[in-house]
């Protein structure tokens, strides 16, 4: 009796003790309770990567690719614009001016978030820039002003005051005109300057007369043909046909009476190859007698001139250092940020003054070109071979 009671309370404590192990399994709270659906929902889409941030639209508009100067600033543009991570659509307009209005229009529609515009015509763009404004897309005016609009916000170019100067200043050195009158000297000088309609042409030919206009009050230097001023001797779309045919106007008009050309102040490369042939045409020949010649640009075809002789000078205008002056004005537009600026008095566009960062200009010649422009990996020396 004994081993079966002994039996039968250590049955009914094991049951016990199952039936409290249940219990507690029942009436224990989890250490985490199960997410609901819409909890499971977002936590799920928190572990999915973000989407990617839209990557901002560059448009870039260029007058033409008939100069090589603005092939490279194309390119240089797009090469830093797209190492930042924007988005570049480049554009040439092959000098029409409808064109570049189309193609500023399509920038805008495609969703620019910032153009950058070199103008064919820097008074043609007002109601395409004012369509830019309205969108909020700010714009940054490349090396030529864009003039009669307060839709642009930075400018970014050369000192063009300063590039005239530096040719007149090459001129007044080369020629010797600081002791010309005392010592009976004079030579004939004529003008080829750039386009009307670059506001960037007016301030260089105000530079090269800064510094000449002196000696052509004092005799020293005569222009036969009598064309001096500006509304004279502008040349179209900076036109290297319609500088070719000025200049043998003038040596046929001017210059077959026994009288010599001595200098041609020329505000651009493409017009200095133009005059170059109408001397060739007229008679003259590479050497001695051969007139001083200037430029601007500083374009392969003008540096092997230079070399050759048949071209004194050029301004050498970096492009790879302007085109990363207004790639910063672009990215501080894109962040909010104000981009640096180094003229707030120069370049007022009829509007308003448009704050501008300047570059400087350098005189490019036989002398120190290989320093200038090889040296600094602009040109190799087989490119000038």
Same mark, same amino acid.
């Given at each position: 009796?004994?081993?079966?009671?002994?039996?039968?309370?250590?049955?009914?404590?094991?049951?016990?003790?199952?039936?409290?192990?249940?219990?507690?399994?029942?009436?224990?709270?989890? @250490?985490?309770?199960?997410?609901?659906?819409?909890?499971?929902?977002?936590?799920?889409?928190?572990?999915?990567?973000?989407?990617?941030?839209?990557?901002?639209?560059?448009?870039? @508009?260029?007058?033409?690719?008939?100069?090589?100067?603005?092939?490279?600033?194309?390119?240089?543009?797009?090469?830093?614009?797209?190492?930042?991570?924007?988005?570049?659509?480049?554009?040439?307009?092959?000098?029409?001016?409808? @064109?570049?209005?189309?193609?500023?229009?399509?920038?805008?529609?495609? +969703?620019?978030?910032?153009?950058?515009?070199?103008?064919?015509?820097?008074?043609?763009?007002? =109601?395409?820039?004012?369509?830019?404004?309205?969108?909020?897309?700010?714009?940054?005016?490349?090396?030529?002003?864009?003039?009669?609009?307060?839709?642009?916000?930075?400018?970014?170019?050369?000192?063009?005051? +300063?590039?005239?100067?530096?040719? +007149?200043?090459?001129?007044?050195? /080369?020629?010797?005109?600081?002791?010309?009158?005392?010592?009976?000297?004079?030579?004939?000088?004529?003008?080829?300057?750039?386009?009307?309609?670059? =506001?960037?042409?007016?301030?260089?030919?105000?530079?090269? !007369?800064?510094?000449?206009?002196?000696?052509?009050?004092?005799?020293?230097?005569?222009?036969?043909?009598?064309?001096?001023?500006?509304?004279?001797?502008?040349?179209?779309?900076?036109?290297?046909?319609?500088?070719?045919?000025?200049?043998?106007?003038?040596?046929?008009?001017? &210059?077959?009476?026994? *009288? !010599?050309?001595?200098?041609?102040?020329?505000?651009?490369?493409?017009?200095? &190859?133009?005059?170059?042939?109408?001397?060739?045409?007229? +008679? &003259?020949?590479?050497?001695?007698?051969?007139?001083?010649?200037?430029?601007?640009?500083?374009?392969?075809?003008?540096?092997?001139?230079? $070399?050759?002789?048949?071209?004194?000078?050029? $301004?050498?205008?970096?492009?790879?250092?302007?085109?990363? /002056?207004?790639?910063?004005?672009?990215?501080?537009?894109?962040?909010?940020?104000?981009?640096?600026?180094?003229?707030?008095?120069?370049?007022?566009?009829?509007?308003?003054?448009?704050?501008?960062?300047?570059?400087?200009?350098? @005189?490019?010649?036989?002398?120190? &070109?290989? *320093?200038?422009?090889?040296?600094?990996?602009?040109?190799?020396?087989?490119?000038?071979?």
């Amino acid at each position: 009796m004994k081993k079966v009671t002994r039996k039968l309370v250590s049955v009914l404590l094991a049951a016990t003790m199952i039936i409290s192990l249940v219990a507690c399994a029942k009436n224990e709270t989890p @250490a985490t309770e199960p997410a609901s659906t819409s909890e499971k929902t977002e936590k799920e889409e928190s572990k999915k990567p973000t989407q990617e941030t839209k990557v901002k639209k560059i448009g870039v @508009a260029m007058p033409t690719q008939s100069s090589q100067r603005w092939i490279q600033d194309g390119d240089n543009m797009k090469k830093q614009l797209e190492a930042l991570g924007y988005e570049v659509d480049l554009q040439y307009a092959e000098d029409d001016v409808q @064109a570049q209005v189309s193609q500023i229009e399509n920038l805008i529609t495609n +969703g620019a978030d910032c153009l950058v515009v070199a103008a064919v015509d820097s008074s043609a763009l007002v =109601n395409a820039l004012a369509e830019a404004k309205t969108n909020n897309i700010p714009v940054i005016a490349y090396d030529r002003l864009l003039m009669d609009t307060d839709a642009v916000s930075y400018y970014a170019t050369f000192d063009n005051e +300063g590039v005239g100067r530096v040719i +007149g200043e090459y001129i007044e050195e /080369k020629m010797n005109l600081k002791t010309a009158a005392d010592e009976g000297r004079t030579y004939n000088i004529e003008f080829f300057m750039g386009s009307p309609d670059d =506001n960037n042409a007016v301030f260089l030919d105000n530079g090269i !007369h800064k510094v000449l206009d002196p000696y052509l009050e004092s005799g020293v230097l005569v222009c036969q043909s009598g064309q001096t001023t500006f509304d004279k001797t502008n040349t179209l779309r900076w036109s290297q046909e319609t500088a070719q045919k000025r200049c043998e106007d003038i040596l046929s008009g001017f &210059y077959g009476d026994g *009288e !010599h050309l001595d200098i041609i102040a020329s505000a651009f490369d493409g017009l200095s &190859y133009g005059c170059s042939a109408a001397l060739v045409g007229a +008679g &003259y020949t590479p050497g001695e007698g051969w007139p001083l010649i200037t430029g601007q640009d500083a374009e392969l075809m003008a540096t092997k001139n230079i $070399i050759a002789g048949t071209q004194a000078m050029s $301004i050498f205008k970096d492009t790879r250092v302007l085109a990363e /002056k207004c790639v910063t004005m672009v990215q501080a537009v894109l962040e909010g940020a104000t981009p640096e600026i180094n003229d707030e008095t120069t370049y007022n566009n009829n509007v308003l003054t448009v704050p501008s960062y300047l570059c400087t200009p350098v @005189a490019v010649d036989a002398e120190n &070109y290989e *320093e200038i422009l090889i040296q600094s990996s602009y040109y190799t020396a087989d490119q000038l071979k």
